[in-house]
Each structure stands twice: as structure tokens, then as C-alpha cells.
């Protein structure tokens, strides 16, 4: 095990290191310090993604509501934004939560895949599509922690998977890989997963931290390749998140599981219905569309 977070360890900070680079030169002649608002937009949102709930929902409402950036740029924003601290927090968790090598590794390989390989798989879906099938699916995951919820909800006693229990959990996070390509956040949906397995919760951490660490330096590269985010305000949210990763993992430690999942269980539901939501209104739009062009002149 401890072989494996020495590599795991080495990769991120490779990782990093390159982000960063890619960011300093997209900042040249450019740079301006973020206000804050913006640092504290990092700070919350990154405190609450540390417990596992997640940062992108968060931050986009808070962002949203005073329409301080341009909506088109905001998962390019999120994505730079967010990736230093979620680094920190793999980095963290990595160390202070026992998981088996092969579960950990695999389970991390297999999200970095899926969102590898599921950018051009999904890109041939409809809007509507992706979000009938998200919002289904999250309802799916939301119910069975429901049903978990009537016992303990903070999952069994294991801190690894063999056999087909691996090969679902496996399956399970290429899955969230492939969701991640739509805008769904890992976190949530892994934490659920790891219970649904029987695995501790807090196995769920090092896992679905380290899988978005992984995945957001790659995704961050070709945003800020394109210009298409926004530059300042992803640095409020760097700046303001690293020391609210640091708060939340002391704070972590004091934290009951079970009130946690309940969080994140709501977090779950509200974000399936909106989707569904959405995809009911979009489904709506295009049909209105499709009649109007098809009337008479």
C-alpha cells in the first residue's frame, strides 16, 4: 500500500506541477488578483467539497447569483479553479485514510478512463438525453442510500473489494468517470457507491478525491488552452480553497458520518430533480421549435 501512495503521490504532484505551468502562462500579461467575493466563493465551496459534497453545484449557485462571470465559461472556470485544491485533498486523504492498493488504484484508473473515453461517447447525445439519463440515474443511486439510511448508513467495515464486488465498484466509478464528461460531480455519487458496497465511507474519500485529482489537471489543460475561462476568477476560487481544504480535513476527524451522508444524499436528490427538470424543459423547447418551422407560410 504504501508503495502504491508513494506512485500515486509522485503522479500527482507531476500533475500539478504541469497545471500549474499551463496556468502561469495563461495569466501572462493578464494577471489580475481576484476579489473577495471570488476568494470567498473558493473558501466555502471547497470547505464542503472536502466533507464530500461537492464544489461545482455550489459554486455555480453562489457565482450565478451575482453574475460575476459569463455563464459559457464556467465549467472551464470550475475545473481551473478547483483543481489545486482538489489535489490538496487526495494529497491529505491519501494519507490519513486506509484503503487496499488494488482497490484504491483501480477505482481511480477506471474514473479516468471513463471520463477519458465517455468525452466522446456523450458527445453524440442530446442535451435532454444527458439529462434524463443523469437525473435517472442519481434517483437510482439516491434511492438505494435511502433504503441504506434505515440501518447504518455510513456503509461495512471493509477497506477494500474483491471479486465481484471489485468488479462493481470498478464498473461503478468508469461509470462516474463517463458522468463527469456530462457535469456531474464525482464526489457525491462515489461516496454512495463505496456504502452500497459495503465498504467504510470514509474509503470513499481518498478514492473519489483521487480520481478527480487525476481527472481535472487534464481537463484544466485544454480549458485554459482555449481561453475559455475565467482567469481571476479561478484563482479566487485557488486562493480561497487551499486553506478551507486545510480547516475542513482537521475538521473532518470530528465530523459524524451519518449526518454527512444524509447531506450528501439530499445533495444527490436535489440535483437528480433538477435535471430532470431541465431535461422536461429542453424536451419542451425543442418541440416548440420543431412546430413552429413546421407551420405553413
Not at 500527482?12 to 466563493?41: D, E, N, T
Not at 491529505?92 to 465517455?118: H, P, R
Not at 444524509?262 to 430532470?276: E, G, M, N, Q
Request: proline share 4%; charged share 10%.
Amino acid at each position: 500500500m504504501e508503495h502504491a501512495k508513494t506512485v500515486l503521490y509522485v503522479l500527482l504532484a507531476v500533475f500539478g506541477a504541469v497545471f500549474v505551468g499551463a496556468f502561469a502562462r495563461a495569466c501572462a500579461g493578464a494577471w489580475r488578483w481576484p476579489g473577495p467575493y471570488q476568494m470567498l466563493v473558493g473558501a466555502i465551496t471547497d470547505f464542503f467539497d472536502t466533507w464530500g459534497i461537492g464544489s461545482f453545484a455550489t459554486t455555480t449557485a453562489l457565482y450565478r447569483a451575482r453574475r460575476t462571470i459569463d455563464d459559457r465559461v464556467l465549467p472551464g472556470t470550475l475545473n481551473v479553479g478547483h483543481t489545486l485544491p482538489t489535489i490538496l485533498q487526495a494529497y491529505l486523504f491519501l494519507g490519513s485514510v486506509e484503503v487496499e492498493a488494488t482497490t484504491l488504484v483501480s477505482m481511480i484508473a477506471a474514473a479516468v478512463l471513463g471520463a477519458w473515453l465517455g468525452a466522446g461517447f456523450v458527445a453524440n447525445w442530446s442535451r435532454p438525453r444527458v439529462q434524463r439519463v443523469m437525473g435517472v440515474a442519481l434517483l437510482a443511486i439516491g434511492g438505494v442510500m435511502a433504503y441504506r439510511l434505515r440501518g447504518d448508513p455510513t456503509g461495512g467495515g471493509a477497506i477494500g473489494l474483491h471479486g465481484g464486488m471489485l468488479a462493481l465498484g470498478v464498473a461503478g466509478n468508469f461509470v462516474l468517470g463517463v458522468l463527469m464528461t456530462m457535469g456531474i460531480g464525482l464526489y457525491a455519487p462515489c461516496l454512495l457507491l463505496v456504502c452500497m458496497l459495503g465498504m467504510n465511507a470514509q474509503t470513499g474519500f481518498p478514492i473519489m478525491m483521487g480520481s478527480c485529482a487525476f481527472l481535472m489537471p487534464l481537463a484544466s489543460l485544454r480549458f485554459l488552452r482555449e481561453r475559455c475561462c475565467d482567469l481571476r476568477a479561478s484563482a479566487g476560487l485557488a486562493f480561497g480553497g487551499i486553506p478551507a481544504v486545510l480547516a475542513a480535513e482537521y475538521l473532518f476527524k470530528k465530523t459524524d458520518l451519518k449526518v454527512l451522508i444524509w447531506i450528501v444524499l439530499a445533495v444527490v436528490v436535489y440535483t437528480a430533480i433538477s435535471l430532470l427538470l431541465a431535461a422536461r424543459r429542453s424536451s419542451a423547447a425543442a418541440c416548440g421549435a420543431t412546430d413552429a418551422t413546421s407551420q405553413p407560410e
